[in-house]
């Protein structure tokens, strides 16, 4: 083998390498814990860093980012902001659902925006894979309006004031009255708790 051929194949095995490294790390932008107990969060990318927090299995986290040298590590931070931290990438893996904050919040964006003309009847669709509805629209004042989801248990509603007053929040199959005595402008979310997504009927109703 010459010597150029040599370098450009140690180039390639370098690059496939590095491609495999990246692999190990989950690039979405939650994550959760994998590991069948609880697992340790440090204060730097080493097991020899102090230990910050004990995670639960199944913990939901943000993913900060990750780095694949010397070994693969992950920064992560709780939810609600409160602790950040270092796990090793082995015991996490993607989360395909929306933002938990989705439904407490529209500074969350959506990934679908739909204008909606608020009168009784049913209105239906089909929510994609960690998908975020908006329905945009007005609400009249001083009337009773009350919502009902059908879908699989991974979808939820929320209704908010626009432009960020949360309203109420439901699941599938428990009705959700709303009221806004001077009426205005209403955003109503559909969010996919899992990465499952599915078909949902909303119902609406005027008392």
């Known amino acids: 083998m010459t010597p150029a051929l040599l370098s450009r194949t140690l180039m390639v095995l370098l690059l496939l390498t590095e491609m495999a490294q990246a692999q190990s790390t989950p690039q ?5 814990v994998t590991s ?3 697992l340790r969060m440090r204060g730097g990318p080493s097991t020899e860093a102090s230990v910050i927090a004990e995670l639960d299995p199944g913990a939901l986290l943000r993913n900060l980012g990750c780095i694949t040298a010397p070994e693969p590590w ?3 931070q709780s939810l609600d902001g409160a602790r950040a931290g270092w ?5 996490l893996a993607p989360f395909a659902g ?4 989705a439904l407490s919040s529209p500074a969350v964006p959506a990934t679908e925006l ?3 003309d608020l ?3 049913l209105i ?13 629209t007005s609400a009249p004042a001083d009337e009773a309006v009350t919502l009902t989801l059908d879908a699989p248990g991974n979808i939820a509603l929320a209704a908010f004031v626009r432009p960020a007053t949360l309203l109420a929040r439901g699941d599938a199959g428990t009705p959700v009255t709303l009221v806004m005595p001077e009426g205005g402008d209403l955003l109503i979310r559909l969010a996919d708790r899992s990465g499952a997504g599915g078909d949902w009927q909303l119902l609406f109703a005027f008392d």
């Open 124 to 136: 239906y669709g089909t929510l994609a894979a960690g998908g975020i509805l908006d329905l945009v």
């Open 119 to 121: 009168r009784p009847g």
């Open 74 to 76: 992950c920064q992560i």
């Open 36 to 38: 069948q107990s609880s």
């Open 87 to 91: 796990v090793a990438a082995e015991y």
């Open 28 to 32: 979405s932008a939650l994550v959760y």
């Open 98 to 101: 929306a933002d938990p904050a």
């Open 114 to 116: 739909r204008d909606l």
